[in-house]
């Protein structure tokens, strides 16, 4: 899967495809996304004839907000959770986590991210902070949480770590701390 910043979720299969979102429901296929200071999303849960689902998905504030795409569907999240409940699934039995990513404390954004966040049916004004600059910080973890809890998933079942890429720099590598960098990847599989 070659990323791209959006909100496409295919399902895996041998070729290369652009999206930022992948699925399956194949035993032993890891699947996986790639991140540095974008939020690793895994999601994984029963189909309704009880077989096994797992999707990753990475998001950034384009697949978080769905800015840009010309498809209705409100994001990745969104997305990923309504190709799950088209095969069956139900959200409430969806576990979930949110993996490392830059948190508010770092993530400087321009007021066009805030205006998209603003046109999702989960956004709060709280997850919008004026930064030291006196520029709009956004919290992506919050904002995907807000999502998550809207689409029904339960609280109980998710298993985030908010570790913010940009302040540990022992653990993570990070694009916006403006030094050479890696990628972390979130991965899952069916066992």
């Known amino acids: 899967m070659n990323q791209i910043h959006g909100c496409g979720v295919v399902e895996a299969s041998t070729g290369v495809v652009e999206a930022d979102g992948i699925w399956t429901t194949k035993p032993g296929l890891r699947i996986g996304v790639r991140v540095a200071d974008c939020v690793p999303i895994l999601l994984a849960g029963p189909l309704a004839d009880g077989s ?3 999707a990753a998905l990475h998001a950034g504030w384009r697949g ?7 498809a209705p569907g409100g994001g990745i999240l969104r997305r990923g959770v309504a190709r799950y409940q088209a095969l069956g699934g139900h959200p409430s039995h969806l576990v979930w ?3 490392p990513a ?5 993530f400087e954004v321009g007021l066009e991210v805030i205006q998209a966040a603003r046109q999702d049916p ?6 919008a ?3 030291p600059a006196g520029k709009p910080h956004l919290d992506l973890h919050g904002f995907l949480r807000a999502q998550s809890l809207d689409l029904g998933l339960e609280s109980a079942r998710e298993g985030s770590v908010a570790l913010c890429t940009v302040c540990r720099p022992d653990l993570l590598y990070s694009y916006r ?12 599989e069916i066992g």
Request: with cysteine; charged share 15%.
């Open 52 to 54: 096994p689902w797992v």
């Open 64 to 70: 978080a907000t769905g800015y840009g795409d010309p």
């Open 97 to 99: 986590a949110f993996g």
């Open 102 to 106: 830059i948190l508010a404390c770092h």
């Open 122 to 127: 989960a956004w709060q004004e709280a997850l």
């Open 129 to 131: 902070s004026m930064g």
């Open 177 to 188: 701390r403006g030094e050479t960098t890696g990628r972390q990847w979130g991965w899952i």
